[in-house]
């Protein structure tokens, strides 16, 4: 057996435990006043890692200010098995607890589950697989998969789904399952985005999954199996408060650029915004396409009451902010307000560019078919918008976006 040893965690008071070396996983069950729970739930977590999981890992129980016997429970389970220690904070919050060991953990992968383990421990294996191999960044167990297997009251499975139709109308998320105990995540990913998650509570979670999959990383989704803990003690009423606040918050941050997502995304994104020319070239084609619908419907009928050159230069003038607006956000990866105007007085000179290319388009028509139909004009001008699209491309990834990468960079 090896000796216990004895360390400091940021806002943790000090913990003994065996601690075996060169631990590929580091399971975390954050745990208050669990003196009844915690003894089967790390037992049979054990049991269940020794015989199946084939990398060498470890089990940390996070006691955040329990008033029981639980962190004798830990203690007592730290000294009798060796891949178990226990650490205990002094102040509340299952976030809190998260964040200090992850960030004091030396395992290459961390995750962590509720001590009910409502989740089955058959789906620990293929939720950290995938970023013990590299593919992915987070992985997620769901319960909202049509491969989950879930059995819990009404009133839970609609609150689950008011809460992720929530966060998809407000915060625009794709990963189908915020709440459910059961994650994991890369250390050198988690050293990168633990610092900017404000929450310490039942939050922690999402806003760790929308700042990451704001910074385009890979989230991994695995269905479960998953059966509800009867004796729950959590606060439905207070939590949903709780996570109303922090989407706003969360929210907030993402709007107005208090969140650095863009360097972040350069950071350690995969494809929030494509570092590669093919990649960018996808999301500039999708919104030159929907600029040249936009910018067709916009002549068209501002050509029943103007001339096609006041016409052209209206619809060419909203558009092109639009389109800037949109390829600053989706092409290139910037957000919040910094930059934004010099952004848009960049993209007005490529605006003029484009300008001179369709009008120049529309006076050689019709300096060489006077006669020409309305269809012909409109086929001659989307010509002509297509290859300013093009030029639009060229110009604002070498010059208006580009020196915002190396200012973020910097």
């Known amino acids: 057996m090896e000796p216990m040893t004895t360390t400091v965690l940021p806002g943790a008071a000090s913990y003994s435990a065996h601690v075996p070396q060169g631990a590929v996983l580091d399971v975390v069950i954050p745990v208050y006043n669990e003196e009844k729970d915690l003894e089967p739930c790390v037992r049979r977590l054990h049991a269940h890692l020794r015989r ?86 987070l992985a997620i167990g769901t319960r909202l998969s049509r491969g989950s297997r879930v059995v819990r009251g009404p009133k839970r499975e609609i609150i689950s789904r008011c809460y992720n139709l929530i966060l998809r109308g407000t915060l625009a998320t794709r990963f189908s399952d915020a709440q459910c105990g059961f994650k994991a995540i890369r250390r050198d990913v988690a050293e990168r985005l633990l610092p900017l998650v404000q929450d310490t509570g039942w939050f922690f979670d999402t806003e760790l999954l929308v700042l990451a999959e704001r910074a385009g990383l890979r989230i991994h989704e695995v269905p479960v199996d998953w059966v509800d803990d009867p004796d729950s003690r959590v606060d439905i009423v207070a939590t949903a408060v709780a996570d109303l606040k922090g989407i706003w918050r969360l929210g907030r941050g993402l709007a107005t650029g208090a969140l650095p997502i863009g360097y972040l995304r350069q950071q350690v994104g995969r494809d929030g915004a494509p570092k590669g020319l093919a990649g960018q070239l996808v999301r500039f084609a999708g919104v030159g396409v929907a600029s040249t619908l936009a910018y067709v419907a916009i002549f068209g009928l501002l050509r029943l009451v103007a001339g096609a050159q006041a016409a052209n230069l209206l619809a060419l003038l909203i558009t092109a902010v639009a389109n800037t607006a949109a390829n600053r956000r989706l092409t290139f990866g910037v957000t919040g307000w910094r930059g934004a105007g010099r952004h848009q007085m960049q993209g007005l000179v490529v605006f003029g560019l484009g300008l001179a290319l369709t009008s120049g388009s529309l006076a050689a028509l019709s300096a060489l078919a006077p006669s020409a139909s309305r269809l012909v004009e409109i086929a001659v001008l989307v010509v002509a918008n297509l290859a300013a699209t093009v030029l639009r491309f060229v110009l604002m990834r070498a010059w208006v976006f580009n020196q915002t990468k190396a200012t973020l960079a910097g």
């Open 52 to 137: 199946s999981f084939p990398y060498p890992f470890r089990i940390t129980i996070a006691d955040n200010a329990s008033t029981d016997a639980t962190l004798g429970v830990a203690t007592a389970l730290s000294r009798e098995l060796p891949e178990v220690r226990a650490i205990h904070l002094d102040q509340k919050g299952r976030g809190r607890a998260l964040n200090a060991v992850w960030t004091a953990s030396d395992a290459p992968v961390l995750a962590y589950m509720d001590v009910d383990l409502s989740t089955d421990l058959a789906a620990l294996l293929p939720l950290v697989a995938p970023l013990i191999s590299g593919h992915s960044d």
